[in-house]
């Protein structure tokens, strides 16, 4: 695979602390090949702008990010606030150009998979046309078993090559409650979708060494094509 969106169940969930784990990893064990990320349509400031500040991407913030609006709302309705409407050609056009010039994309999505990208597609309509494998984030919380069996369902409904699970201890106290709050035996089997690890919280968010450590404890040869993962 060329490229992988990250996605989740909700907003919140921790789909940008898994792409800067894997970025961080990338960076370190695999800096000889060239990484691109996308982060196809943003609104509000966030993510580009962070990606930008901690890793040397060589990309500027339209590259990372080329379809942006200004308000921190669902994309269709911050366009609407501009006076427009969403336009998908941009992103997709960065993401043929990263396609052709990297080894590997990771493409950031928005929200959970049945979040609204236009007033017509959903993040799951986008990784379906895109024909992109998917990662689920999926917090540690009450309610996330529900949440990530509707999300699973929904990527079964568009034919989505979901690649796996991993759960995202949002706050410290979650650490240990993932058997109480997110059992990973259960969600699997529940699913049918392997959990592919846990990524810790993060009181530095920023820490590269920290984040490159967290992504090597997951299962990695179900997220990154071979032959750059370490065993």
């Known amino acids: 695979m060329s490229g992988l969106l990250i996605a989740a169940t909700d907003t919140e969930c921790g789909k940008t602390v898994l792409t800067c784990a894997l970025i961080a990893y990338w960076q370190q064990y695999c800096a000889s090949r060239r990484l691109g990320v996308l982060k196809p349509v943003q609104a509000g400031e966030g993510d580009r702008e962070l990606f930008q500040q901690i890793f040397n991407l060589e990309q500027s913030l339209d590259e990372l990010n080329p379809v942006f609006y200004g308000a921190p709302l669902a994309p269709p309705i911050a366009a609407a606030l501009e006076n427009t409407t969403v336009d998908l050609a941009p992103a997709w056009q960065r993401y043929m150009v990263l396609d052709k010039e990297c080894d590997w994309v990771l493409v ?3 929200g959970g998979l049945g ?32 949440a990530t069996v509707a999300n699973v369902a929904l990527a079964r409904q568009h034919r989505l090559q979901l690649q796996g699970i991993v ?3 949002t706050t410290p ?19 049918r979708i392997p959990v592919l690890g846990v990524l810790p919280h993060f009181d530095d968010p920023t820490d590269l060494a920290q984040l490159s450590a967290a992504a090597r404890g ?13 065993a």
Do not use: H
């Not at 689920?136 to 996330?144: F, I, N, Q, R, T």
């Not at 040869?221 to 370490?230: D, K």
């Open 108 to 110: 950031e999505g928005l």
């Open 115 to 146: 979040s609204p990208v236009t007033n017509e597609l959903l993040v799951a309509d986008l990784a379906a046309d895109w024909r992109l494998p998917v990662v689920l984030v999926v917090p540690v919380k009450l309610g996330a078993i529900a």
């Open 167 to 169: 759960l995202n201890c």
């Open 173 to 191: 106290e979650a650490e240990d409650k993932v058997e109480q709050l997110t059992p990973p035996e259960m969600i699997s089997d529940l699913t």
């Open 218 to 230: 997951l299962s990695l040869e179900a997220i990154m094509p071979q032959p750059f993962w370490v």
